[in-house]
């Protein structure tokens, strides 16, 4: 890796605690990946920030991850510095009661499930589509996740992002939300924080609805299995591509321990000691099959961490 050693000297004078070699089949829901030769858990905004402006100052390649649940992390050891987000879970509310609307403000690391119990203690409702979407408010933001007709970015007021330069609050509409797309995918842009507006609601009702959203989930997708959620986007102006998998019968087709799930024909599934190149093959088996009887090639929504 380049500059390894100057990035561990940094890391140690500065008192920021890494890990070397460290396994990303811990940090990604499918449990499938190799290692990272350095991998940091930053404990605070202001280390992300230092880190972040350090490693392009030396021009250093990283990868911000944050609850690793749309992440197919390559089989080889994977040479650009991995930065974690999931200790960054600062948040603050502020409302005008008398308008009934309240905003809060939340870190990227923050999961959606501790977001959503703390939402339902406030009495903050809009946000319960989202309860069962097991990423990070960074990763939401970045995949502009959404359920059930919602997607995160209707919520959104404002992201703080760095560029690699400087702090900026980036608004709404500069944003550029569409489906599973943002701003931010594919770019050097990392998501600090966001503020969302909500609005106040009887902490009940929330709980209620959160838990009518996280049946839909049980009863339709394979969530006691490991996965990275639906593999591939929607098409615009085709049937889900979960349907035309399951018409075209192949559902519980494996390819290694990957297996397309019999319950979801969506969602890929480990079933055992799946590696990335078995997913990536079934993937690719996929997209031939719908390109052969469809004329179209689905694209992943799944992100890719490494060759
Ligand atoms: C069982 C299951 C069900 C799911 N259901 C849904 C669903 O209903 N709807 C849905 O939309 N998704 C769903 N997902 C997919 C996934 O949970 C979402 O895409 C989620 O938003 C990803 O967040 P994450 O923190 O895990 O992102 P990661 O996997 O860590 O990262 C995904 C992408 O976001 C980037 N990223 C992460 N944090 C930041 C940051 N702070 N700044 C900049 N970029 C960042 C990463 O670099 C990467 O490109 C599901 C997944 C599983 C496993």
């Given amino acids: 890796m380049k500059n ?3 990035i561990i000297d940094t890391l140690y004078q500065n008192k920021i605690q890494y890990k070397i070699d460290e396994n990303l089949s811990k940090h990604t829901s499918i449990k499938i990946g190799g290692k990272a030769k350095i991998f940091v858990e930053v404990k605070t905004e202001k280390e992300l920030v230092f880190l972040l402006k350090y490693l392009s100052l030396i021009d250093t390649k990283y990868h911000i991850l944050g609850n690793g649940t749309n992440t197919l992390a390559c089989d080889d050891d994977f040479e650009e510095v991995v930065i974690c987000t999931k200790a960054l879970k600062w948040y603050k509310v502020s409302g005008d009661t ?10 990227s690391g923050m999961g959606l499930f501790e977001l959503n119990k703390k939402l339902r203690t406030l009495g903050l409702g809009g946000l319960e589509f989202s309860y069962g979407i097991p990423g990070s408010v960074g990763g939401a933001v970045c995949m502009n996740a959404g359920a059930y007709g ?3 970015g209707d919520f ?10 400087r702090v900026l609050k980036i608004s709404k509409k500069n944003m550029l939300f569409s489906y599973r797309q943002s701003l931010v995918q594919n770019s050097n842009l990392v998501v600090l924080g966001v503020k969302l507006n909500l609005q106040k609601s009887d902490s009940k009702d929330i709980e209620f609805l959160q838990k009518q959203y996280f049946q839909k989930r049980l009863d339709s997708q394979p969530y006691d299995k490991l996965s990275f959620g639906s593999c591939f986007k929607r098409y615009e102006g085709k049937e889900p591509i979960s349907k035309l998998i399951d018409d075209l019968g192949l559902k519980g087709y494996r390819i290694g321990d990957a297996e397309i799930s019999k319950k979801h024909a969506g969602f890929i599934i480990n079933i055992g000691s799946a590696t990335c190149q078995d997913v990536r093959l079934l993937i690719k088996y996929i997209q031939e099959k719908i390109f052969e009887h469809y004329g179209f090639v689905p694209e992943p929504e799944v992100k890719f961490l490494g060759e």
């Fill in 4 to 6: 390894y050693s100057k």
């Fill in 98 to 107: 008398s308008k009934n609307l309240f905003s809060i403000y939340i870190q």
């Fill in 150 to 152: 919602k997607c995160i």
């Fill in 156 to 165: 959104v007021e404002y992201v703080k992002i760095f560029d690699g330069e």
